[in-house]
């Protein structure tokens, strides 16, 4: 590109400045062959008159105007020597004089018969030499006669050459000064475009962190400009998949672990019945373990299955007493069994979400609560609106969390305490799903706690218009 | 006979690691917690620990940095490199990870006591006398009169008691894994053994597997 933008204008410039020094010498030989057309004439004149009046002295004197043609021409001659130029008369179509060891080329009576009385003859004569001849015939009573004048070009022509050479030279050295200022000017210019090629050719070897300087404001500098933005783009999108691929690869790699305890107990115990003496009591504890520990897994499928399904949302409008007496009667014998109280707050509201997945939610939430209490301690779950949010919050009074732990709570397989809920019977996967359920209704879900004081789950729904609510009941 | 701790969370899996220890006749000690581990350790000497890495209360990193002098068998769900340098470079003697074999868990216990010189020099059985010292296995005090292999197979019956050795494991163990011959070898062999030292009713054929020497725990 730089290449063909250099040879070209380069090109260009040579056939413009070139031409037109051509037109301009040219013009100049024109001019100059004018201007000595112009001297030959008025030399032939001159000489010409002053041969008219000798020869007509001549004649009074009575002297034979013919032989003393010579004597005559001698003084013009030698007036003329030193420039390159010749003289002859004509008399009746011949030669009568002529300076120089040859006679004119020309015929004499051609160059007369050519000529009337009043005009003169200008030809240029290329043979031996450049040559501007003049012929003239003279006036009555020589009408016989004719002067022939001859000037030599090769001075002008010279002169000519000279110039042209010096505007040649010219040109050359202009045109040498340009392509090096031709050259500085487009490695200018074509900065920005290389800057771009290099930055593009990093970004695509992966460094998306690279961006170009933004220079004024031409059309240049927006592409830089588009370009950043671009990167940007890419770098953010990239970031993206970067995380969203090292969550996976964390939840592929907690999902191994924890396949591992299971199967571990499964494949040692089976191997154990297999290999070792067992009484009876042995063999029912051995087949114990493994059915509980298939369980576990059946367990894990399934929350894994649950958190799979939960891709799509159907909303409706639900009212949070009825989810509320749904949530209790699933959550009661849990609560009875561990002897926690259960408290409900908050109603007449509605909020706009998918009935089953809040249950699920709600229920989960109250499970993590149920396994951090004591038992004697109470769980309460209430609901409020609060402009066009609804906002739902279980809290229990047990034995609460580190900031640590609430960082990573989310997580799927993490485990504030493992023993506990293990032999709780979790997953580690309850949070994850309700993380999801909320991620999918566009509302958040935090948690508030300190180690010993209990911990508050806060779910922020977006509660949709408020009439909403109401006109749909 | 080792007085073994076992450190692991998982009920189910400290209860297979207990049995499977004492079908080798030794002694053990549960505990689910990385803090009650600290303080049993400082109050009693173990032969031997085994110690799972994720605990509640203190880890096992923590755990085994309040060990001194008894060797250590990490227990490890992570399979990584990484993991098991660093137990190794704390001082852990050896590392088993889950899932493991019941053969895996008694050969590496048996080897660091060993080492460690815990392992008995003897083993007895009925009027049976092993001796490992002198190589040489005694009936009613007398030494019996067997070959090499016959000696290695009993060892292997003895060392890997209450546990079902199916006969190409026998053939790896005893005769190598270049060994051409085929299952009637150990099969031959047993039998030899039986009427030698009078185990007919000790070392039972346990069906489709192969070879158990039962030995009361």
Known sequence: MKRKTFIVTLLLFMIFMNSSMLIVSFITLRERMAAERETVLAEHYVISSGLIGDMQAVQNRGGDVRESMGDLMRTYARYSQKRDNAFAVSCEGDWIWYSGNTAPAEDPGGLAGQTDQSERMVFVRRKPEWQLCVYGRFPAPFQEYGLWYCAGLSDTFEAWRGMKNMLFTISMTVTFILALFLVKFLDILFRPLREISAASRVIAEGDYHTRLPVRGKDEIALMAEHFNRMAEQVESHIKLLQETADKKQQFVDNFAHELRTPLTAIYGYAEYLQKAPAAEKERFECTQFILSECGRLQNMAYQLLDLAALRELKTEVCSIDSLFQRVREIMQVKAEKSRIALFFSGSGEYVIGNTELLITLLSNLMDNAFKASEEGSAVRVSAERKEDKVIFEVKDQGIGMTREQIDHIKEAFYRVDKSRSRAAGGAGLGLSICDRIVELHGGSLEFISEPGRGTMAQVILPGGEEETGFTTS | ?217
């Open chain 2, 1 to 217: 006979m080792a007085e073994i701790l076992i450190v692991e969370d998982e009920p189910s899996i400290n209860e297979l690691i207990r049995r499977n220890l004492e079908l080798a006749g030794h002694h053990c000690t549960q505990i689910f917690d990385g803090n009650e581990a600290i303080t049993i350790l400082a109050e009693k000497n173990f032969d031997l620990v085994i110690l799972d890495i994720m605990l509640p209360g203190a880890d096992g990193y923590e755990v085994l940095e309040q060990i001194q002098g008894t060797p250590v068998i990490l227990l490890t769900a992570k399979s990584e490199l990484s993991d098991k340098l660093r137990g190794l470079n704390r001082g852990a003697d050896d590392y088993i990870t889950k899932p493991f074999q019941m053969l895996e868990l008694a050969a590496r216990v048996e080897a660091l006591l060993r080492r460690t010189k815990k392992a008995k020099k003897c083993f007895e059985l009925d009027n049976v006398r092993l001796d490992f010292e002198r190589r040489l296995i005694l009936v009613d005090g007398k030494p019996v009169d067997c070959t090499p292999k016959e000696y290695d197979l009993f060892v292997t019956l003895v060392k890997n008691r209450n546990i079902a050795l199916s006969r190409e494991k026998l053939l790896d163990l005893v005769w190598g894994y270049d060994f051409d011959g085929g299952t009637r070898t150990v099969d031959v062999h047993i039998q030899r053994l039986r009427a030698k030292l009078g185990l007919e009713e000790r070392i039972v054929t346990v069906y489709k597997l192969g070879y158990r020497l039962e030995a009361p725990v």
